[in-house]
């Protein structure tokens, strides 16, 4: 089975410089999640998705940021321009509400891992 | 609003020996509660959770996770580590019938030494 599918793996990228990360989410998943992980605030829920609408960016960090699901099956996460502050690895999560509701049970991919000099 | 706190940054043991992880939640509504691992350069992978019933729930990899109400606990417990067990393990928490936001720990670091 496909996983969540994110690229790049790595970006290593100037201070000013535009970012674009991808993500696939699993096929038939309908809720896609962007975190943000660094050492100093761990894992940081940034923005979701439920059937391609944003429900909820209260996360995304300022208006540098932006994310877009344009159908089911593709998002990006796009950084404008671009901070040192900002190099952190992204992750991409996606799920499939059950009858109660969204039970909790992420599929991550493995990450997009941005330094930003 | 729910929070989610790990009490240990880091936890090391030897081989062969128990394990807790300490997992504690506020919420003032129900809630569902898992931990993830988190294996070095890896996404995070679901270990256990707790929607309802038993509050003594089993995982992948000889894990399981005790869900206490009265002290908001949910502590992650195995009886012997192997080395391989070397992760970053996650406690997070939602609300139940939720559509999305799950509110994860800072993560505890578990190291196994031989």
């Known amino acids: 089975d496909a996983g969540v599918i994110q690229s790049p793996r790595h970006e290593v990228t100037e201070m000013g410089q535009e970012v674009t990360l991808r993500c696939k989410p699993i096929?038939?998943?309908?809720?896609l999640f962007w975190y943000r992980q660094t050492m100093m605030r761990g894992l940081e829920l940034l923005i979701y998705?439920?059937?391609?609408?944003?429900?909820?960016d209260s996360g995304m960090p300022e208006d540098r940021f932006s994310a877009k699901m344009p159908n089911a099956s593709f998002s990006t996460l796009k950084i404008q321009p671009s901070e040192p502050r900002d190099s952190a690895v992204y992750f991409c999560?996606?799920?499939?509400?059950?009858?109660?509701?969204?039970?909790?049970?992420?599929?991550f991919g493995e990450g997009s891992r941005l330094t930003v000099l | 609003a729910q929070s989610v706190t790990q009490l240990d940054s880091q936890v090391p043991v030897f081989e062969e020996a128990p394990v807790e992880l300490r997992c504690n939640y506020s919420?003032?509504?129900?809630?569902?509660l898992f931990w993830y691992v988190q294996y070095p350069n890896q996404g995070l992978q679901l270990l256990l959770k707790?929607?309802?019933?038993?509050?003594l729930v089993k995982g992948i990899n000889g894990f399981e996770a005790e869900f206490n109400k009265s002290q908001t606990s949910f502590h992650l417990r195995k009886p012997s580590v192997h080395i391989s067990d070397t992760a970053e393990y996650f406690c997070?928490?939602?609300?139940?019938?939720?559509?999305?936001?799950?509110?994860f720990g800072q993560g505890t670091t578990l190291q196994v030494k031989p």
């Open positions: 999560a996606s799920s499939s509400p059950g009858l109660a509701g969204n039970t909790g049970e992420l599929f």
């Open positions: 096929s038939g998943h309908n809720s």
């Open positions: 998705f439920n059937n391609n609408v944003p429900i909820d």
């Open positions: 919420s003032s509504v129900s809630v569902y």
């Open positions: 707790y929607l309802s019933g038993s509050t």
């Open positions: 997070a928490v939602i609300l139940s019938g939720n559509t999305g936001k799950l509110i």
